[in-house]
Protein backbone atom coordinates (compact mmCIF):
# COMPACT_ATOMS: atom_id res chain seq x y z
CA UNK A 1 0.00 0.00 0.00
CA UNK A 2 0.89 3.68 -0.43
CA UNK A 3 1.88 5.89 2.21
CA UNK A 4 -0.75 8.37 0.75
CA UNK A 5 -3.49 5.77 0.92
CA UNK A 6 -3.19 5.88 4.52
CA UNK A 7 -4.15 9.05 5.07
CA UNK A 8 -8.36 8.62 5.03
CA UNK A 9 -7.65 5.67 7.99
CA UNK A 10 -8.77 6.67 11.37
CA UNK A 11 -6.00 6.61 13.86
CA UNK A 12 -6.68 5.23 17.15
CA UNK A 13 -6.18 7.35 20.20
CA UNK A 14 -2.30 8.12 19.98
CA UNK A 15 -1.98 9.52 23.73
CA UNK A 16 1.06 7.26 24.71
CA UNK A 17 3.73 9.75 25.31
CA UNK A 18 6.58 7.18 25.21
CA UNK A 19 5.61 5.65 21.69
CA UNK A 20 5.05 9.10 19.93
CA UNK A 21 8.64 10.07 21.53
CA UNK A 22 9.74 6.74 20.32
CA UNK A 23 8.60 7.12 16.89
CA UNK A 24 9.48 11.07 16.36
CA UNK A 25 12.68 10.45 17.38
CA UNK A 26 13.36 7.64 14.58
CA UNK A 27 15.75 9.04 12.00
CA UNK A 28 13.58 8.15 8.38
CA UNK A 29 16.02 5.25 7.42
CA UNK A 30 14.88 3.36 10.91
CA UNK A 31 10.97 4.46 10.44
CA UNK A 32 10.62 2.84 7.42
CA UNK A 33 12.49 -0.54 8.76
CA UNK A 34 9.66 -0.76 11.49
CA UNK A 35 7.28 -0.18 9.02
CA UNK A 36 8.48 -2.64 6.32
CA UNK A 37 10.15 -5.27 8.12
CA UNK A 38 8.16 -6.69 10.92
CA UNK A 39 10.51 -8.81 12.20
CA UNK A 40 13.16 -6.59 13.27
CA UNK A 41 11.86 -2.93 15.01
CA UNK A 42 8.26 -3.01 14.86
CA UNK A 43 4.92 -5.29 14.21
CA UNK A 44 3.29 -5.43 11.23
CA UNK A 45 1.19 -2.48 10.08
CA UNK A 46 -2.87 -3.80 10.35
CA UNK A 47 -5.46 -2.49 8.83
CA UNK A 48 -9.28 -2.53 9.95
CA UNK A 49 -12.50 -1.70 8.41
CA UNK A 50 -11.25 2.11 7.55
CA UNK A 51 -8.96 2.22 10.57
CA UNK A 52 -5.63 1.12 11.99
CA UNK A 53 -5.11 -1.48 14.43
CA UNK A 54 -1.41 -2.31 15.08
CA UNK A 55 0.76 0.15 14.01
CA UNK A 56 -0.62 3.63 14.31
CA UNK A 57 2.11 5.58 15.68
CA UNK A 58 4.19 4.72 13.61
CA UNK A 59 1.90 5.35 10.49
CA UNK A 60 1.17 9.15 12.02
CA UNK A 61 4.73 9.75 12.43
CA UNK A 62 5.29 8.67 8.71
CA UNK A 63 2.28 10.87 7.47
CA UNK A 64 3.84 14.12 9.30
CA UNK A 65 7.10 13.59 7.98
CA UNK A 66 4.84 13.08 3.97
CA UNK A 67 5.88 15.56 1.80
CA UNK A 68 8.62 17.61 4.07
CA UNK A 69 11.96 18.41 2.01
CA UNK A 70 13.62 17.32 4.93
CA UNK A 71 12.17 14.11 4.77
CA UNK A 72 12.65 12.60 1.30
CA UNK A 73 11.85 9.44 2.13
CA UNK A 74 8.30 10.16 3.13
CA UNK A 75 6.38 10.34 -0.21
CA UNK A 76 2.75 9.94 -1.00
CA UNK A 77 3.76 7.21 -3.27
CA UNK A 78 6.45 5.11 -0.87
CA UNK A 79 5.30 1.75 -0.24
CA UNK A 80 4.59 0.30 3.14
CA UNK A 81 4.10 -3.35 3.77
CA UNK A 82 0.58 -3.26 5.50
CA UNK A 83 -1.48 -6.46 6.65
CA UNK A 84 -5.20 -6.62 5.22
Do not use: C, Q, W, Y
Not at 28 to 57: A, T, W, Y
Amino acid sequence: MKLGDLKDFELPDLGDADKLADTHGMDDHRLLDSMNNPDGIGGSIILGDGEVLNGNHRIAEALRRMGKPEHPLFTPDREILVVP
